[in-house]
């Protein structure tokens, strides 16, 4: 997939923790949705999560082990 001329990826935290968690009743979603995700990071989009209440907004880059992880924007 060719992902150079997005720019920017936003997804709501509670839709996040529903497709990490398979928990959408779409297991096509549950699986490409995540591994997207980490090809848009690697790939340096900007990829940002909004909180819970949709007021804040939060980068999702990479922990240590690679697990997905919100860091404040700067």
Known sequence: ?????IQKI???HLD?????NHRTGNPVAEDELPELLRKAIKAG???????PDGIEA???MFDQE???QM???S
Do not use: C, S
Request: proline share 3%; aromatic share 14%.
């Open 1 to 5: 997939m060719d992902l150079h001329r």
């Open 10 to 12: 936003t997804i709501a």
């Open 16 to 20: 996040f923790q529903d497709i990490t």
């Open 45 to 51: 989009v900007y990829v940002e999560m909004t909180d």
């Open 58 to 60: 939060y980068r999702l």
């Open 66 to 68: 690679g697990q997905f």
């Open 71 to 73: 860091v404040p924007r």
